[in-house]
């Protein structure tokens, strides 16, 4: 509004700028619409033109037969957006009255019309009680988006039709619509070029553009697309789905990763900002079943004068039917320079890369000005802002500021009514950037780049459809997407989004948010102008490195940050669920460990510091605020602490039966409380179980799906929850897929097995404050012992919603955070909505505090709480309840997949798949050690701090200040969560100061006495104490509310289900007020003579209803089929039971029914919507989106006049005319037409029906006018059952008898009942799980490998060797593995987990040092395509030919599937990919395309030296690197033995493709430095840059102190693998020939007894080699006990195990020397070296040890008596290495660690590396000891870019420049 003051103005209003500004800020929303519609009805629109004008109905979709009136809003649009929101306006100027309704129609307008010509209209039925039923000839309700007016002058009323038409025919609508308005089309064939086919991320233009301009082609090194932050998961995860499917991709367990202000990584503008939610105050859509209400047209260009009538000008106007622009709309407004009148103009949103940091903020105040100057003086009606100007030397604008900026610029200069403002720019592609663009200002955006990622993807493969059509469905998926976000607010269209800033900063400095995002203020501060440039230009340098990368480099896939899935890279995105953090909590949770949650907690509290606000908090000193550290002993104890935990909303279905219940009795054991999500729950679990334990959730939550809500399931709660939102996806309804709805997840959720749940957004009966208030009304008379807690969402403003709920009679209120959360949701809403719980919490108490509220209610947050540190600050926040979802999920087993909604969940917690439960390991005591590990925490805090009970931490904040740590990196304000509400200015002037709760909730209005509730609970008294039917007759008024939901608590409390039907029958005469017979159990008829309000039958849970007009009104004429008699939202969630309403409802009637049997006679908009069982009969007309959503039940619509088929949403049902007889092949189910007749007879025995009468008179004939509404899923799943027989047993189980009391049978008590039942915790066969284990290890059919089921449909197959027999007398190469469809059969069983432990290091021996990116190259494996995943391998790998054969597979060991199955065969499909690219000649030389004149020497060529010198030399830098030995490899070449890896076809085809590309290896004495002939160290250090010293650790370990040690024959092991493997090739033979060729090995044991002392590899080694050279015979002789043949319970998962393994060498030398048997002896120490007299070894002698646990280690004993002789010509020791040989580092002036090893720095990304010489740096096992040929490599690629750092300097670098640029500001 602010915006159109520059043109606002009328001859009716002078001088109205004086009154600007129409309305200010502090006005409510209706104070605002108040304000303006009386502006506008005074310039001389009339008050009904200007009600249609503020609030109009959903035009866009709804059949409208009068196309003048679709017309007349169309032109109404082009004046102003629509007022979204629920409103029922009243209207008058005392000539004329009126009411209209808005769209949504969820407000309730009901009114009446006497004989006398009173109109009483309110929003509710019966205001005036001495209206008597006989004088009322009219009962009606305003519809959506109708308007009715009263006209005083002529005494008569003007219905909705007649005023509209009258509207609609005031001017030639269509004409000017016709003639004046125009449309992209139009715009096209004036440009006169077709649409773009390739787009390209430069500019072909700016400004006008020549109309011949060439299309250049695609971005063939993805530059645009690095520069602008796309990533390969980007593409992947994001865009692939959306232009494959049209549809957003799904996620689930929520967002773990650091705020965008937290973060170290290059993270957008965008995702600073959270979305905006309705929760209470204003009420969500539904964009899926309702989207009927929401549209995505808009006009953009010029407004005119709001005040102005109508008139052609209105149409001069750009209609856009979507604002995501596809190319050849982009070009179209390109070109429209001329096109009636209009002109474009172009701002280039580039800057030179040259201003650094302060280009940012100087170029946005260009392109505002450039804007605002071509609107002035350029009389442009288009402003399009374009970064197509990207380049080397140019860098994109963040678009978010750059649309803010100019928009609000515009704004204040009164330009932006006269403009249009379109962003065409590369950086948006989520639908959350291009919803920030719309809500900030944008009228439409092109995402060019994300076309161009989605030719990336057809290019590579992974998409096959012609151009245009993925365009399309990319665009149908942004625009599904916008319709969420909005429907999220409650707003219905487009227009009434854009520019509304319906989104929160949270990190933004208030300059940023002051100039970009006016009134927008992020509550904690944050980034600055300088700082966002730094880091756009970091982003920038991925596409346009300021340093030579090799373009190869560059077209090897896009980067991947891991912001949605975890991935152990440089610079990828940090995870909360580290990999390590959750293998800590297991194993505290399993063993109940206080040294591993210790580990955990720590690790954690690190990643909390790098993540969240609370990170950035410490706890003062007590002494700072008066306290003192106290004896743990005075603390609360731990069992009173545990008692305030509970467990996340976690619905059945969402998780597995087993994880669900063993949570429950976790937390019932506990003290706790758990919860049962919105699922519902099984009434078997409100049995104990056999050992007392009990299965039943203290909380039971009511969401807006209501599955499973019954009267049953509300008695056995100890708190009921009501779900507002969600924290992992708020403004949204939880998703569960179908594949995870199984028979029993179907009947617990009364829904149709297979088809997938979406749940409505809250609005069918929390809309407003006063509905929820009404809803906790409910269900304190369902349960009135039960606590009523509501389920919020953190955001801004939470704490007036807060405060709102504790006057609704909350007792509960719980503050969810947007991080973690366990449920599936588009990624949209897990990545992009609510925010952190500090935010809301600290809001929510201080605000309850200040209102003097606080003490009367609870509250709760949850948020990824894993510590105790994290309760501690929650309590200090105002928490005094802790919410831990996802911790004891990963207790019970939970590993992070991320795959929930695919119901794969390996671990048997997060799938539904019977196979997979099996896997569920989980058991209580792991929940319980975690949990009281926690508390144990807490109240060690405590105890430090200075608190000796919970209670005295509540509400504390002043115990908490920033952390000075961190003060000067995060550029938070922190200082609005720190202030105490208790110190706040205001607390105490409303109410007392309470920092906590203190009281009860006032109650007084449940059931007070003398009202009705407490009369039926009188009059029903015998039932209730020994079952006796009793028939009452009451008054009833419309105070009355909740009408018979109390008696049918006590009823279930006392009698569960067993009374019979109508044992309690109550005659109610009068109008009822709200939920008239909420969640009425069996055994209850309420029969109500009059009409009823909004929520009649809500959650109807076995009980009879029946309404019917008075008696005397039907008398008198009134008649019934054409009246309302019941309000809105009627049988909302009702289960069980039966109901007749004689006369017509409001809207959504039987909303979300899934099992009532009921009749109406008549229904407004949204019948049925997602109705899941039950039949309904609708016997008169329907409003429009029938069945929407409908998936299960059957509804008949008597339909004689053939109207019915335009109102019904066919999305998932089918409908067909009704026929006669039980073969008719259209039939729901064969008797079908029987249940119908029968429906209609009850209706008329209990309510007199005319309607019903009169059908059943002509029946059958009548049942031809019937129309079948069938969902089309439930017919398939009737045909799997009885064909609709239960239903109809049911059916007859609810009905009354015929004399209006049942017979007194005597019921069973539900105390009584429960006693005999027990509940038992699903088993499952072991037997059944042997079945599974005979699966191929091989596929040929690729059709199999789909899906990604295949770990569990396919078993592993190790690397295949060659026959022992073969290759035991050569030393060729052991592996032959060239079956590629065996490797991509096992490629095809890896699951892509969330959070990959096999490219983690978890610990030093366990996962994957490199990171090598796993599951992305399995998954290209699988599909075939080696290529690219040849191209993923090297992104991490330098040498996978070297791992590939002699790594022992730490990856494998961390593998996920390890934990239920064999690991994914991961190193062998690793060895195919290198071995195949050989084949292929993709390993080919990668030439640096430029030197830096840079020089680096590199001591030893081993797996480090070889990484660090491949790694400089792409950097540009010229390599050199010297080794001692004759030929380059190190341990490759010369420790390793030939069989194991061929030195000629793999160590020297790869040194020799480096010598191609310029590494320079000097071997040899030249290269033996420090030596003669070779340079000297001091001189390597002078003529280079830098020097790396990579020599390894070669200093084996030896048993000097063993008697005989200095014999001949006992030798180090690496002598003779060095000497044989020399000696083979200098021979030149590795075959069969290789004794015959030359010389033999220096050290020969053809004929000798071996004996190796050492496992591990090079032990291994040296049996192989024996073996090879014909030994006699091997014993290997291993100091450690003999492993378990299975993962020992000392290496828990994922750590590197120990168990028993037999190699290669094993193999060859049992079978060869030992018949068959192993030949290792364990638990052997050797004592003594025996020797001959020529000094010869000839035995060893050895003894047994025992190995006991002693003092926390293992420790050993000889056992006596065990000695003993073992011939022996020949000793090996295996027994590792030492370290580096010292004499070259004191040559170097390097300094040695205690350990012997090169002492250097720690660190990764640049930093470490460096030794004492500041030239000198270090890597590999010279520098960490003896370790994997990986971590060499890992090692080498980390020390090299510490190099590069060193020797080019900081400021080479884009980002680092910045960095330091920053670091003086702030100095």
């Known amino acids: 509004m602010r915006s159109r003051e520059a043109l606002i103005a009328s001859p009716l209003l002078p001088n109205i700028e004086e009154t600007f500004p129409l309305f200010n800020e502090t006005q409510t929303d209706s104070s605002r619409l108040d304000n303006i519609m009386e502006v506008i009805a005074l310039a001389g629109r009339s008050l009904a033109e200007t009600a249609l004008l503020m609030v109009p109905q959903s035009w866009e979709k709804t059949p409208i037969t009068q196309k003048e009136l679709k017309d007349f809003y169309k032109v109404q649009a082009s004046a102003m957006e629509p007022w979204d929101g629920p409103a029922l306006i009243c209207f008058t100027d005392s000539i004329t009255a009126g009411a209209c309704l808005d769209r949504n129609g969820l407000r309730p307008c009901r009114y009446y019309l006497t004989r006398d010509q009173r109109v009483i209209c309110s929003s509710e039925a019966g205001v005036l009680p001495n209206i008597q039923a006989v004088d009322v000839v009219e009962k009606g309700r305003l519809q959506p988006g109708h308007i009715m007016s009263f006209d005083f002058v002529q005494h008569r009323i003007i219905y909705n039709d007649e005023v509209k038409s009258t509207l609609a025919k005031a001017a030639p609508y269509g004409e000017w619509i016709a003639k004046e308005m125009f449309t992209i089309a139009d715009l096209k064939t004036h440009a006169n070029r077709p649409a773009r086919t390739i787009p390209s991320w430069r500019p072909s233009f700016m400004g006008h553009a020549p109309r011949d301009v060439e299309h250049r082609p695609a971005d063939p090194c993805d530059q645009g697309l690095r520069a602008f932050g796309y990533t390969s998961e980007a593409l992947e995860m994001l865009i692939l789905p959306m232009a494959d499917k049209g549809a957003e991709a799904m996620g689930s367990m929520g967002n773990d990763t650091p705020l965008a202000c937290l973060s170290d990584l290059p993270r957008p503008v965008f995702d600073f900002f959270y979305q905006k939610f309705a929760q209470v105050s204003n009420p969500p859509i539904d964009p899926i079943r309702e989207s009927m209400v929401m549209s995505l047209s808009a006009w953009i260009g010029p407004e005119q004068n709001l005040l102005s009538a109508l008139s052609p000008m209105h149409c001069r106007r750009l209609w856009l039917e979507h604002p995501c622009l596809l190319l050849g709309d982009m070009d179209a407004i390109y070109g429209l320079g001329g096109f009636r009148g209009w002109n474009m103009h172009a701002v280039d949103t580039t800057f030179p890369v040259s201003e650094g940091t302060h280009g940012v903020l100087r170029h946005l105040n260009r392109v505002c000005n450039e804007a605002c100057d071509a609107i002035r003086f350029g009389k442009c009606q288009i402003i399009v802002l374009s970064d197509r100007a990207v380049s080397p030397e140019r860098a994109p604008l963040p678009s978010l500021l750059c649309a803010g900026a100019v928009h609000q610029a515009l704004v204040r200069e009164k330009l932006r009514v006269l403009t249009s403002v379109v962003v065409d720019s590369g950086e948006p592609f989520e639908v959350a950037h291009q919803c920030l663009l719309f809500t900030f200002g944008a009228d439409a955006v092109c995402p060019y780049n994300a076309y161009e990622a989605i030719l990336k993807l057809k290019r590579d493969g992974k998409l096959a459809q012609p151009d245009d059509a993925l365009y399309k469905a990319y665009q149908d998926a942004i625009g599904f997407g916008i319709l969420k976000v909005m429907a999220k607010m409650g707003i219905s269209t487009f227009q009434s989004y854009k520019g509304a ?450 209670d005295e931490l509540i509400g504390r904040a002043d115990v908490l200040t920033v952390d000075p740590s961190r003060f000067f990196k995060t550029p938070l304000v922190l200082q609005k969560l720190l202030t105490p509400a208790f110190q706040m200015p205001d607390a105490g002037k409303i109410g007392q100061v309470e920092n906590r709760k203190l009281y009860p909730q006032d109650h007084s209005n449940v059931m007070p006495p003398g009202s009705l509730t407490a009369k039926l609970v009188e009059e029903f008294a015998p039932t209730l104490q020994d079952g006796r039917p009793v028939l009452c007759k009451l008054e009833t008024h419309n105070l009355d509310r909740s009408v018979g939901t109390g008696l049918a608590g006590k009823v279930s409390k006392a009698w569960g289900n067993s009374l019979a039907p109508g044992t309690c029958h109550a005659k109610l005469h009068g109008t009822s007020g709200q939920s008239f017979g909420a969640f009425v159990g069996k055994g209850i008829f309420l029969e109500l003579e009059g009409d009823a309000q909004d929520y009649f039958g809500k959650g109807l849970s076995g009980g009879v209803l029946s309404v019917y007009p008075s008696k005397k009104a039907l008398e008198a004429g009134f008649v019934s089929q054409k009246n ?164 109809t047993r049911q059916f007859k189980e609810w009905l009354p008898s015929s004399t209006g009391l049942s017979s007194p049978s005597k019921p069973e008590s539900a105390v009584a009942s429960q006693k005999k039942k027990v509940f038992r915790m699903p088993v499952h066969d072991i037997e059944d799980m042997a079945k599974i284990t005979a699966r191929p290890f091989v596929v040929n059919d690729v059709k199999q490998l789909e899906g990604n089921r295949g770990f569990l449909q396919l078993s592993r197959a190790d690397i295949k060797k060659r026959p022992v027999e073969q290759r035991s007398s050569d030393f060729l190469e052991i592996y032959e593995h060239k079956d590629v469809q065996k490797v991509r059969t096992q490629a095809s069983r890896c699951m892509d987990c969330g959070t990959p432990f096999c490219h983690q290091s978890v610990t030093t021996a366990s996962g994957c040092p490199l990171g090598n990116l796993i599951p992305e190259w399995n ?380 002492k250097a720095d720690f660190g990764r990304q640049g930093v470490g590396y460096r030794t004492s010489n500041p030239k000198v740096f270090a890597a590999g096992d010279c520098r960490r000891g003896q370790s994997l040929v990986v971590w060499g490599i890992a090692e080498g690629r980390e020390a090299s870019k510490a190099i590069n750092r060193y020797i080019m300097g900081p400021a080479y670098f884009t980002s680092e420049r910045v960095s330091d640029s920053i670091a003086s500001a702030h100095l």
């Not at 007309?1181 to 019904?1208: H, L």
Request: aromatic share 6%; proline share 5%; with cysteine.
């Open 1124 to 1287: 309302v008699i019941i309000g809105n939202v009627a049988l909302y969630g009702a289960t069980m039971g039966l109901a007749f309403v004689r006369g017509m409802c409001a809207e959504r009637f039987a909303v979300r029914n899934s099992g009532v049997w009921a009749v109406v006679e008549g229904a407004g908009d949204h019948c049925c919507e997602y109705m899941t069982g039950g039949r309904v009969a609708v016997l008169g007309p329907c409003g429009s989106n029938f069945a929407a959503g409908m998936s299960g039940g059957v509804a008949w619509v008597w339909d004689p006049d053939d109207k019915f088929e335009p109102q019904v949403n066919l999305e998932m049902v089918e409908i067909s005319r009704m026929k006669h007889g039980t073969g008719s092949r259209l039939a729901a189910y064969p008797h079908e037409s029987d249940d119908l007749q029968m429906l209609l007879q009850e209706h008329v025995r209990f309510t007199g029906s005319t309607v019903a009468s009169d059908l059943l008179s002509r029946w059958p004939a009548a049942l031809a006018e019937f129309v079948r509404v069938f969902p089309v899923d439930y017919r398939k799943a009737l045909d799997k059952t009885d064909r609709g027989a239960a239903g």
């Open 501 to 950: 800033q319906i989104a929160e900063p949270i990190g933004l400095h208030d300059d940023v948010t002051n100039l970009c995002f006016t009134g927008s203020l992020s509550q904690v501060g944050g980034l600055s102008f300088e700082q966002i440039a730094e880091r756009t230009l970091r982003l920038h340098a991925r596409g346009f490195p300021r340093f030579p990368i090799p373009a190869h480099q560059l077209s090897n896939g896009l980067d991947n940050d891991g912001k949605y899935h975890l991935r152990q890279l440089d610079g990828a995105e940090l995870h909360l669920n580290d990999p390590m953090a959750i293998a800590k909590l297991q194993e505290a949770a399993k063993t109940n460990s206080r040294t591993a949650y210790a580990s955990f907690a720590a690790i954690h509290n690190r990643l909390v510091g790098k993540s969240c606000l609370r990170g950035q908090l410490i706890l003062r000193d007590p002494q700072e605020y008066q306290l003192q550290a106290i004896p743990l002993e005075e603390v609360e104890p731990v069992a009173a602490i545990v008692k305030r935990f509970r467990t996340g909303a976690m619905s059945y279905g969402s998780i597995s039966m087993e994880a669900h219940a063993t949570l429950a009795v976790a937390m019932n054991k506990l003290g706790g409380k758990s919860n049962t999500g919105e699922g519902g729950e099984d009434p078997a679990r409100f049995n104990l179980m056999e050992d007392g334990s009990s299965a039943n959730s203290a909380i039971k939550q009511v969401a807006s799906g209501r599955f499973g809500v019954t009267i049953e399931y509300l008695t056995n709660a100890k708190e009921i929850q009501i779900k507002m939102a969600q924290g992992a996806k708020p403004g949204e309804g939880g998703e569960l897929p179908g594949a995870k709805i199984g028979e029993h997840i179907a009947q617990c959720r009364n829904s149709t097995p297979g088809v997938g749940l979406v749940s409505p957004p809250p609005h069918h009966d929390i809309y407003s404050i006063e509905d929820l208030a009404q809803l906790i009304h409910d269900l304190k008379n369902a349960n009135p012992d039960a606590d009523i807690s509501v389920k919020l969402v953190s955001e801004a403003g939470v704490g007036v919603v807060a405060a709102g709920v504790a006057k609704c009679k909350a007792d509960h209120i719980l503050i969810s955070g947007s991080e973690g959360g366990t449920g599936a949701s588009k990624w949209t809403g897990i990545k992009s909505a609510g925010a952190c719980w500090e935010v809301g919490l600290a809001e929510s108490h201080q605000t309850l505090v200040l209102n003097g509220l606080r003490g009367r209610v609870s509250l709760e947050t949850d948020g990824n709480m894993r510590t105790g540190r994290d309760v501690i600050i929650a309590a200090l926040l105002g928490a005094e309840q802790f919410g831990f979802s996802t911790a004891p999920l990963i207790a019970m087993g939970c590993i992070m997949m991320r795959k929930c909604h695919l119901n794969t969940c390996p671990v048997g917690i997060a799938t539904q798949d019977p196979e997979l439960r099996k896997k569920f390991e989980g058991m209580p005591e792991h929940v319980l050690n975690y949990l009281f590990l926690v508390a144990e925490e807490v109240r060690s805090l405590m105890a430090k701090h200075g608190f000796r009970s919970m």
């Open 1419 to 1798: 998954e290209l494996v699988k599909n075939g395509d080696m290529r690219t995943a040849f191209e993923r391998l090297r992104q991490t790998n330098n040498f996978p030919e070297f791992t590939g054969r002699v790594c022992p597979a730490p990856c494998e060991a961390a593998c996920v599937l390890g934990i239920i199955d064999d690991p994914v065969a991961i190193k062998s499909t690793e060895l195919f990919i290198v071995d195949e690219a050989y084949r292929q000649g993709w390993m080919q030389p990668r030439l640096p395309p430029a030197r830096t004149g840079k020089k680096v020497a590199i001591v030893g060529s081993g797996p480090a030296g070889l990484a660090a010198a491949d790694e400089l030399n792409r950097m540009g830098h010229t390599v050199t690197v010297f080794e001692r030995s004759d030929r380059p490899g190190g341990l490759m070449m010369y420790g390793v033995p030939n069989m194991k890896t061929d030195k000629e076809e793999v160590v020297m085809q790869r040194i020799r493709i480096m010598e191609h590309e310029g590494i320079e290896f000097v071997c040899g004495e030249a290269g033996d430095i420090g030596k003669e002939g070779a340079p000297s160290p001091q001189h390597l250090i002078d003529s280079h840059d830098a020097v790396l010293l990579a020599t390894g650790a070669t200093l084996g370990r030896d048993m000097d102190r063993v008697p005989g040690r200095n014999l001949k024959g006992v030798h180090l092991a690496m002598e003779l693998l060095h000497s044989n493997t020399k000696a083979l090739l200098d021979n030149g033979a590795v075959n069969l020939d290789w004794r015959r060729k030359g010389s033999l090995p220096p050290i020969d044991v053809a004929g000798k007894h071996v004996v190796v002392i050492g496992g591990g590899d090079t032990g291994n080694d040296c049996i192989g080699t024996s073996v090879r050279h014909g030994a006699t015979g091997i014993v290997n002789l291993e100091l450690l006990p003999k492993p378990p043949p299975s993962r020992a319970p000392s290496t828990p998962w994922p750590h590197w195990p120990t168990q028993y393994r037999i190699d290669y060498g094993h193999e060859e030398a049992a079978r060869a020397v030992n018949d068959g048997n192993d030949i290792r002896v364990f638990s052997a120490t050797t004592k003594e070296f025996v020797g001959d007299a020529d000094g010869n070894v000839r035995n060893v002698k050895i003894a047994d040890v025992e190995w006991k646990h002693k003092d926390g280690r293992m420790q050993m004993t000889e056992v006596p008596g065990t000695e003993r002789l073992i011939r022996a010509d020949a000793v090996f020791l295996a027994l590792g290495f030492l370290g580096p040989e010292s004499p070259l580092a004191q040559k170097f002036g390097v300094q040695l660690t205690e350990r012997g090893n090169y």
